[in-house]
């Protein structure tokens, strides 16, 4: 794509990571319209050479795709609402944070106004938004993908689609993102029980990256067994995990650290060693997680 026909592209909402998606834009030479309901959030990039628009109607009608990056699909529905009438036409891509539910709710909105529509993640943090391994996935509409593939490139080098239903890369996002919570829990746990003792927390980091390591090195494994239903060769059984519940427990007392956190998992492990499960691989917890606990 030559300088001079690249797609005009506005994007609303100016976070810290909506200004960096527009940043991206801009430096790589898309004509960029940028929208906030606090304006002065749109002047860096009007000093970087992004339009300013006055307000959502003539943002969304400046360019023929259009980047919602608000915090949820609510807001992202209220900020859009006085715009629907500039939305014929045009290519709408959200990447917030929801349900798949709001996904559903988005799109149906979105082309019940006119708009073709994507919906996608940012799997990175701000600072990483137009890098060669940063991770975008988008669903919906694959016209709309293949249109502006070359586009949504500017914003990271891994960038997918994974199907034509709106909602999957909201199901994505939450599934994948419902590691993020616990992993860093871990680390400050970790980290309260090495500073206790005087030591830094950044002792912990390169073991903690190459225990990560290890995990993900594990999961292609742990995946087949939960696609294929077989846990009857476990590499770590229940059992194992189930037995270091009570020195987990201790370990609290001893370190003077609260791992009440951890007790949902300590029962999940507690109902499987019930169910006869304590020889299954640790991948079948996902049966329980399949299904909620019944009430008391």
């Not at 030479?29 to 006055?54: D, E, F, I, M, Q």
């Not at 400046?62 to 529905?77: G, H, K």
């Not at 239903?165 to 029980?193: H, I, K, R, S």
Request: with cysteine.
């Amino acid at each position: 794509m030559s300088e001079d026909n690249r797609t005009p592209v506005t994007v609303l909402g100016l976070g810290s990571m909506g200004r960096a998606l527009a940043e991206a834009f801009v430096r790589a030479g898309h004509p960029t319209t940028v929208w906030n309901r606090s304006a002065a959030k749109a002047a860096p990039l009007a000093a970087l050479g992004a339009s300013p628009a006055r307000d959502v109607r003539a943002a969304v009608a400046a360019s023929p795709l259009v980047i919602a990056c608000l915090t949820t699909y609510d807001a992202t529905l209220e900020a859009l609402a006085p715009a629907a009438a500039a939305l014929p036409g045009r290519d709408l891509v959200t990447l917030n944070s929801g349900t798949p539910a709001g996904a559903r709710r988005m799109a149906a909105w979105a082309t019940g106004h006119g708009a073709r529509f994507l919906d996608g993640a940012v799997k990175n943090v701000p600072a990483a938004v137009g890098r060669p391994d940063t991770l975008l996935y988008y669903s919906g509409d694959r016209a709309v993908f293949d249109d502006h593939e070359a586009t949504l490139r500017v914003l990271g080098g891994d960038t997918a689609h994974l199907g034509a239903e709106p909602d999957l890369a909201a199901l994505y996002e939450v599934a994948v993102g419902g590691t993020l919570l616990p992993a860093l829990l871990g680390f400050f746990q970790g980290a309260a029980m090495v500073t206790a003792r005087g030591l830094a927390a950044s002792t912990l980091v390169p073991y903690t990256v190459k225990w990560l390591e290890m995990i993900g090195s594990v999961l292609p494994d742990l995946a087949e067994e939960i696609d294929t239903g077989d846990y009857s060769e476990p590499a770590s059984s229940i059992g194992i995990f189930h037995a270091a519940v009570a020195e987990e427990r201790g370990l609290g007392e001893e370190a003077g650290v609260d791992v009440s956190w951890q007790e949902p998992m300590f029962s999940l492990l507690d109902r499987a060693v019930a169910e006869g499960r304590a020889e299954h691989s640790v991948s079948a917890l996902v049966e329980l997680l399949r299904r909620r606990p019944q009430p008391a």
